[in-house]
């Protein structure tokens, strides 16, 4: 499975983007997709999954409520809609998937997509 992300970009506090997480070599229809950020001088933090099978969602805490995770089948991509950014959201933001594991632990997902830089300013 390759993964490609995209959407970031520099947006006011109080803005929102949408990220995309688009698979190619196999469908996404029997994985979990999630979305995770590393901040400079952080670890990397989930944000946010989908389970394909049944559409089950997980947020963490910080980004209940604003960032809302969702599919599209036609185009075997996975969004991440973040609206209200604060600057503590900026981040370089990688999606993941993986066939069997659908938890918040990064290094349970076999594959990975490249970053997109997501920056808020105040």
């Known amino acids: 499975v390759q993964l490609q992300a995209c959407g970031g970009g520099l947006v006011q506090a109080g803005g929102s983007l949408r990220l995309s997480c688009a698979a190619s070599?196999?469908?996404?229809?029997?994985?979990?997709v999630a979305w995770f950020r590393r901040a400079p001088g952080e670890e990397r933090e989930f944000v946010a999954s989908i389970r394909w099978t049944d559409n089950r969602k997980y947020y963490a805490g910080s980004v209940q409520g604003r960032f809302t995770i969702s599919n599209e089948n036609a185009r075997n991509t996975t969004y991440l809609q973040m609206n209200s950014l604060k600057p503590e959201d900026t981040a370089v933001y990688y999606c993941a998937a993986d066939r069997y594991y659908s938890g918040d632990r990064g290094n349970d997902y076999d594959y990975w997509g490249q970053g997109t830089q997501v920056t808020v300013s105040s």
């Open positions: 070599g196999r469908t996404f229809n029997r994985y979990t």
